[in-house]
């Protein structure tokens, strides 16, 4: 069985708790994509935790957490993360880190930056993890696996030959101080020995997982709406979100998926620039953001106020489609217990023309929200196990985003908790 916990948005959608509660039911827990740019935020009876590339199954000892070859994998960063859970005395997980991840290497941090610099007001937003930096280089054939690690003669070639490049484009492009293959060198040396005993082949190890009939779960990170295909390019992110990517960023028969969970908020937020059609702002957004989440809406890794929104039932949709999503988690349903009236996006207005489907991106950079209100319960529903206990005014939301959507929608969380969630 092979469970992918995805996102239809933009990401933030509480995936994290999602995939923390459904890791007491896997064996393995997987990250495919992305790196250290985004995070899951958990509660769970050690604390409050951001995880940026740890899987949400390192705080189960039954638990095997892979960080998978598709996985911008940034060493120091990770090493840094493991140790705070060793201070919050978390069990020492169980990890594996795929021996065909790629590192973050120093310098794609740098250039990240000077990029964004030179960019100045046309920049994306990044969070300067190096994660568009890393991704090109993997895909121009001059990123580093970590198994390359252990072989420092052919490490030192190929690193010479990739610095003389990117000292051009530093010195020409972007007038910055140039790079030194041997002070590089000496950084990835230091990181062999924090790495070394997390690696593995883990394609070998899913395989036979998989012969074994083990449970595996799929963690994604961003959404559907930042995927570099089907997302709002350019403001997207540098691999794929999608569920569909995660059998080759986790190294699994793609007839392997048996469910796709979508998670989506029961309003939107987003960070970074691009289209965000039913985006919101004043006094409604600062309210909205200082209630969302476990403690207000800001970045998990950046800590950046995070865009807030209302409901976007044509994006959610359409998120919910490329990730072929099976069924849908829908979060943080209490933040919404304080409104009267709750509006909802169910089309776009184009051109005077009420679209339904989600458009490419010059069409959507046009794009006014067509709204609806629904009423809210105006009640505390945290606490809340049933769905029949639910107040009427929150069980229509559920169905109304359950048709918006066309398809079920199985859990509805009503609590950051690991326990607040309502199965149907
Ligand atoms: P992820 O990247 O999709 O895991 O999302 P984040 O963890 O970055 O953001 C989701 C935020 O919502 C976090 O602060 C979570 O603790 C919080 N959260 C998740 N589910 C719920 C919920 O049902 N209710 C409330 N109030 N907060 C939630």
Redesign the pocket.
């Given at each position: 069985m092979v469970r992918a916990i995805v996102?239809a948005n933009w990401?933030?959608?509480?995936?994290?708790?999602?995939?923390d509660l459904f890791a007491a039911e896997s064996d393995i827990v997987i990250r495919f994509q992305g790196g250290a740019n985004?995070?899951?935020?958990?509660?769970n009876p050690y604390g409050?935790f951001?995880l940026h590339q740890l899987p949400?199954g390192i705080f189960y000892e039954h638990v095997t957490n892979i960080i998978g070859n598709g996985v911008a994998l940034n060493i120091p960063a990770l090493l840094a993360e493991l140790g705070q859970l060793q201070k919050a005395a978390v069990p020492r997980p169980n990890l594996l880190v795929s021996n065909r991840a790629q590192m973050v290497m120093p310098y794609h941090l740098l250039f990240d930056q000077y990029e964004e610099e030179r960019l100045s007001k046309r920049q994306f937003g990044s969070t300067k993890s190096g994660i568009s930096p890393f991704y090109s280089d993997k895909y121009a054939k001059i990123g580093f696996q970590v198994c390359e690690l252990f072989d420092e003669i052919t490490l030192m070639e190929k690193l010479e030959q990739v610095i003389a490049v990117k000292n051009v484009l530093l010195d020409h492009l972007y007038h910055k101080p140039l790079l030194d293959a041997k002070d590089i060198m000496a950084q990835l040396s230091a990181w062999k020995e924090g790495i070394y005993p997390y690696l593995a082949d883990t394609f070998a190890y899913l395989e036979k997982a998989q012969r074994e009939k083990r449970r595996i779960l799929l963690e994604g990170?961003?959404?559907a709406l930042k995927d570099p295909d089907f997302g709002i390019y350019p403001f997207v992110t540098s691999s794929s979100t999608l569920a569909g990517f995660g059998s080759v960023g986790a190294g699994l028969a793609p007839t392997s998926l048996t469910e796709i969970v979508a998670?989506t908020?029961?309003y939107s937020?987003a960070v970074g620039a691009g289209a965000f059609v039913s985006e919101i702002s004043g006094n409604a957004a600062d309210e909205l953001r200082r209630?969302?989440?476990?403690?207000?809406?800001y970045?998990?890794t950046t800590g950046r106020p995070r865009r807030m929104g209302w409901f976007d039932a044509v994006a959610t949709r359409y998120g919910c489609q490329v990730q072929g999503a099976s069924a849908v988690a829908l979060?943080?349903?209490?933040?919404l217990s304080y409104l009267e009236e709750i509006p909802v996006c169910i089309a776009y207005e184009i051109d005077g023309q009420a679209i339904e489907v989600f458009p490419v991106t010059p069409q959507l950079n046009q794009a006014k929200p067509v709204w609806r209100i629904l009423p809210g319960w105006r009640t505390d529903i945290?606490g809340i196990r049933h769905f029949e206990d639910l107040p009427v005014a929150a069980r229509n939301y559920v169905t109304f985003v359950e048709q918006a959507i066309g398809l079920p929608v199985r859990y509805?969380?009503?609590?950051?908790k690991r326990d607040?969630?309502i199965r149907r």
């Open positions: 996102g990401g933030d959608e509480g995936k994290g708790k999602l995939t985004a995070g899951h935020t958990i509660l409050r951001a949400s990170q961003l959404g998670v908020k029961a937020s209630r969302g989440g476990d403690a207000g809406e970045g998990a979060t943080a349903i209490d933040v945290r509805v969380s009503n609590g950051p607040e969630i």
